[in-house]
């Protein structure tokens, strides 16, 4: 079995031939990477009978949409090389893979030349653990969310809002209010407010002005698809500002939630119905 001493850790990466050894991969020098998904304290536990990995694939270029859990189903990671260059590979949940672990002990220890930095592997726990801890909005929100303007849904709209900023956004927030968690009546709209949090560390006056520019359309987006809040009987958008992270609280994180983008990979590959939202991202 692996010992407590093992190297092992969750966002290894199996080298190329112990990869092929174990069925993971058809072929030798593939474009597939088999990424450990495994919480670092279950790699060791007896109790643990597999390791879970996921098989991954190369990719040419990160997509800020799907980089640091901004997508629940689909995650863009960035790996060091010895080489100093960077090898990406995009991660989807629906590649996952148990293995027994007595196999896996079997070979040797992870590729020393792919090496994911604190950031990326923070991304990828919060990404694991988004897929099971986001909450849902309520029903008649998330149908209010798909109403057509210009032939695409609101929920569409939004996310072509948010692309261009990405890069700058630490998350997207909506606060309901008293109807969080309820439903309301067919003629009574959802009071809504919106804060657009952005790296304020990171991006300084760029990442601002990007949150400013990205609430500024979406308040905009709203009130052209549902009117403004005085009159609308679907989505009121009573507030939608920018704010740095430095100034989100833990007060203002328990009051929200988080929209994620996840009906992106829906529309490449139906699954069922949106769902949205998840843990504050990094």
């Known amino acids: 079995m692996i010992g407590r001493d093992t190297e092992w850790r969750q966002g290894s990466i199996l080298a190329d031939p112990d990869a092929f050894a174990l069925g ?26 597999k390791v879970e990995v996921i098989v991954g694939s190369v990719i040419t270029q990160v997509n800020p949409m799907y980089a640091r859990a901004r997508n629940p189903r689909r995650l863009h990671l960035s790996f060091s090389r010895l080489t100093g260059q960077e090898t990406y590979i995009q991660l989807c949940h629906s590649d996952r893979l148990d293995v027994p672990k007595e196999q896996f002990a079997k070979i040797r220890c992870h590729s020393e030349d792919f090496i994911l930095g604190p950031d990326e592997k923070r991304g990828l726990k919060q990404w694991l653990a988004a897929r099971y ?7 008649a929100f998330e149908n ?4 057509q303007v210009s032939k695409k849904p609101v ?17 997207l927030f909506f606060d309901l209010g008293e109807y969080r968690f309820g439903e309301v009546d067919a003629d009574e709209p959802y009071v809504l407010k919106i804060s657009v949090v952005y790296d304020a560390t990171e991006g300084g006056q760029a990442a601002r002005q990007a949150a400013e520019k990205t609430a500024q359309d979406l308040t905009e987006l709203f009130h052209r698809a549902y009117g403004t809040p005085d009159i609308t009987k679907e989505i009121a958008l009573e ?9 989100f609280s833990l007060a203002d994180l328990r009051k929200v939630d988080q929209w994620r983008l996840e009906f992106i990979s829906l529309r490449e590959n139906p699954v069922g119905d949106f769902l949205a939202i998840g843990e504050l991202p990094s």
């Open 155 to 171: 929920e569409y709209h939004i996310a072509k809002i948010l692309e261009p900023a990405s890069v700058h956004l630490v998350g």
């Open 144 to 147: 209010r969310l798909r109403k």
């Open 239 to 247: 507030e939608c500002n920018a704010v740095a992270d430095t100034y």
């Open 133 to 139: 801890g986001r909450p849902a909005f309520p029903n």
């Open 24 to 49: 993971l991969v058809e072929s030798l020098g593939s474009d597939k990477r088999i990424v450990v998904i495994s919480h670092d304290c279950d790699l060791p536990n007896d109790s643990e009978l």
